[in-house]
T-cell receptor
């Protein structure tokens, strides 16, 4: 069964303290892995799509990496405005639209 | 671009009443999705439209739920009659195709009392 597991459920960091969020997935064949950010009271905001193992993408303080079993979202020197819930989703080669979502990691950056 | 526009932002209704949620996707996007989000179940896909045609409605929980997309710029999700367990945040999202990153609206927070 296709599955996505994110860890940890919540992460509290001091401003400037770098860390990583994990997204482990099980899928018959990966078409793409997506990272989204969700702020309270808003819809998820698209960050990255990764398609193959070894691929990396960066945006400001965020860098996403992908292996055959998991993806990491690395946050370098985070700021309080990076506080949000980060969602991971995968799309199987068996579907050209269905996403399997993780439960998310709630990130809190304290000033 | 104004992004995906949903209305209303909040809806409080009594059990048994009809509720209609509205969505305007991004112009040029041919895929539209309705999602429901709750603390217990996370994000759940309710229905997927491609070029205004419903492709997959297997996530629609019951016959009380229905969705339409009469044209490329408008979609509705209707619940009739509503029940307290329908309380959730309902999101509309669109994409260029089903494989690209989605753009979500700000959601409608529905409370059924």
């Amino acid at each position: 069964e296709d599955q996505v597991t994110q860890s940890p459920e919540a992460l509290r960091l001091q401003e400037g303290e770098s860390s990583s969020l994990n997204c482990s997935y099980t899928v018959s064949g990966l078409r793409g892995l997506f990272w989204y950010r969700q702020d309270p009271g808003k819809g998820p905001e698209f960050l990255f799509t990764l398609y193959s193992a070894g691929e990396e993408k960066e945006k400001e303080r965020l860098k996403a990496t992908l292996t055959k079993k998991e993806s990491f979202l690395h946050i370098t020197a985070p700021k309080p405005e990076d506080s949000a819930t980060y969602l991971c989703a995968v799309q199987s080669v068996d579907s050209n639209y269905q996403l399997i979502w993780g439960a998310g990691t709630k990130l809190i950056i304290k000033p | 671009d104004a992004g995906v526009i949903q209305s209303p932002r909040h809806e409080v209704t009594e059990m048994g009443q009809e509720v209609t949620l509205r969505c305007k996707p991004i112009s040029g996007h041919n895929s539209l999705f309705w999602y429901r989000q709750t603390m217990m179940r996370g994000l759940e896909l309710l229905i997927y439209f491609n070029n205004n045609v419903p492709i997959d409605d297997s996530g629609m929980p019951e016959d009380r739920f229905s969705a339409k997309m009469p044209n490329a710029s408008f979609s509705t999700l209707k619940i009739q009659p509503s029940e307290p367990r329908d309380s959730a945040v309902y999101f509309c999202a669109s994409s260029l195709d089903g494989r690209s990153g989605y753009t979500f609206g700000s959601g409608t927070r529905l409370t059924v009392v």
